[in-house]
């Protein structure tokens, strides 16, 4: 018997060392790879950030001895989130300005406003996210208030879409505006001679230009702050849409230190300098940044009344909107962007804007390819344009809660027959068969799960209109989930490092309370993320 222990030892230690080191084995999950055959397995392991395998808890337990096992309880887990169009850093710099999302009236925007600049009494007082669509009386503002009670301190309060603004008496000395004056692609409001303090579009510019820019503090504040509270939904990839090219460097350093660990997808702003720099430095990429798109901007926003139409809104004869550069500008744009190998993705909500853009993108792209050119938003469309996405491979890149934001005021804007061809989202999915989802925050939540809801309910968050609002454009829910995992990735040419969980690919992964795949639509925007991993790294948890 002496004998044989040692004997038993030996082999005890050969059986284990047969086993293969890990970081991470995850295990007891229900695991929604996302792969080519949608499969579902229960467990996979993660060596150096990376998946290394991937299959059943008991096969996978005999393989790999790890240094960390995380047993989810038969939890959902899913690949990581990603939004394929938002403002990243905008959204981090507006956490630390007057939050005007969700107020009813001028008169509570007014005592937001008021409040906010008691405990933020230096600089210009700025806040966003006003929306007279819901409000009783759903006529813009006058600045006539923000002037008696800030005569002398600049105010801008922008539009929940980034595409309009009011600005104050102090705002507008301080950039020059007078009565009467115009821009291209823009708006400056004057009612009887005098300003209202309105700004729409490429007018709002013209005082945001003359405002101090952010300090290295709360430029760091900002990408930190949004970095939370992303991680928190389960975002673990967000495109960042329309940055300046000086802020690449701070986002490479806050990587590099490990303190910025979100992955980006940054779109350059439509810029001289921005081309000067991307042509020059070509395509950038890291394991957490990658460079390569530009954001233009055709036109502004529905609720503005600065999309584009090819006829007049129906709640504003003789207005169609605009442009907000002329159509050279777009060509010459698009040959620039061509020439040079990097990808277009244009801001189109008005059918006239985007059957301007779909023919600029076709006679560059003439014809099928794999350039991903993206439509941003594809909002508005003519029932005869839609072909145009499948003929040239051009990406509609969509945001599902635009829909159920917009729905109960956008018929009155577009009438009962241009209404059926607006946020189409399944008829544009079936153009090239796949689909990118984002949210287009701060404009939209952040919450990846109500873009979810979204796309396969087509209801708002109080569950109207009982049966979808035009449910026809619904999106299954195993496309949603594509759309805000593999389909996102693919839309930035990631489809082979992230996405989906795979081997080979990054460890970026979502744990949530309940399986978005099996419970009723009702239950979806109530859904928590209880963990969310970048790279192997466990950077969320819910308390």
Known sequence: ????????????????????????????????????????????????????????????????????????????????????????????????????????????????????????????????????????????????????????????????????????????????????????????ETVNGKLTGILVDNAVGLVKHKMPPPSDEQVQSAFTNAQSNCFAVGLTTVDDCGLDYQLLAPIKQLQNEGILKMRLYVMLADKPENY????????????????????????????????????????????????????????????????????????????????????????????????????????????????????????PSVQPTHATSDMKWAIQRLGPKRIKSAYAYKQLLNQNGWVPLGTDFPVENINPMYTFYAAVARKDLKGWPNKGFQIENALSRQQALMGITIWAAKSNFEEKEKGSIEVGKYADFVMLNQDIMQINDTELPTVKVMKTYVNGEKVYEKN
Request: glycine content about 8%.
């Open 1 to 188: 018997m002496k004998k044989l222990l040692p004997l038993l030892l030996l082999f005890v230690i050969a059986c284990k060392s047969k086993k293969h080191g890990a970081d991470l084995l995850v295990k007891n999950a229900r695991v929604y790879t996302v792969n080519n055959n949608f499969d579902t397995v229960n467990a996979f392991v993660v060596t150096g950030g990376k998946i290394v395998a991937v299959g059943k808890t008991d096969s996978l337990e005999k393989i790999y001895d790890a240094r960390q096992v995380l047993d989810a309880g038969k939890k959902a887990i899913y690949p990581g989130f990603i939004d394929a169009h938002a403002h990243f850093y905008n959204y981090g710099i507006d956490l630390e300005q007057a939050n005007l999302v969700g107020t009813t009236s001028w008169t509570a925007i007014v005592d937001s406003v008021l409040a906010f600049s008691k405990n933020n009494t230096d600089g210009w007082l700025i806040g966003r996210g006003w929306d007279q669509n819901h409000w009783a009386v759903k006529q813009f503002p006058n600045k006539s208030k923000l002037d008696s009670l800030f005569p002398a301190r600049p105010v801008m309060l922008t539009r929940i879409d980034g595409h309009a603004a009011i600005v104050n008496q102090a705002a507008l000395n301080i950039a020059g505006i007078k009565p009467g004056q115009t821009i291209a692609g823009g708006q400056i």
């Open 276 to 395: 000067t720099y991307l042509i020059k430095h070509g395509i950038i990429k890291t394991s957490r940044l990658n460079v390569r798109a530009f954001k233009v901007y055709a036109d502004g926003a529905l609720g503005s009344r600065g999309a584009c139409l090819l006829a007049d809104y129906s709640d504003q004869k003789k207005w169609k909107g605009f442009l907000l550069s002329p159509e050279q500008h777009f060509k010459d744009v698009a040959k620039k962007i061509a020439d040079n190998g990097f990808q277009m993705c244009t801001h189109a909500i008005g059918d006239s804007a985007n059957r301007v853009m779909l023919k600029i993108y076709a006679g560059v792209l003439k014809g099928k390819n794999d350039k991903r050119w993206r439509i941003e938003h594809a909002q508005v469309l003519s029932p005869n344009d839609i072909e145009l996405f499948g003929q040239n491979s051009i990406i």
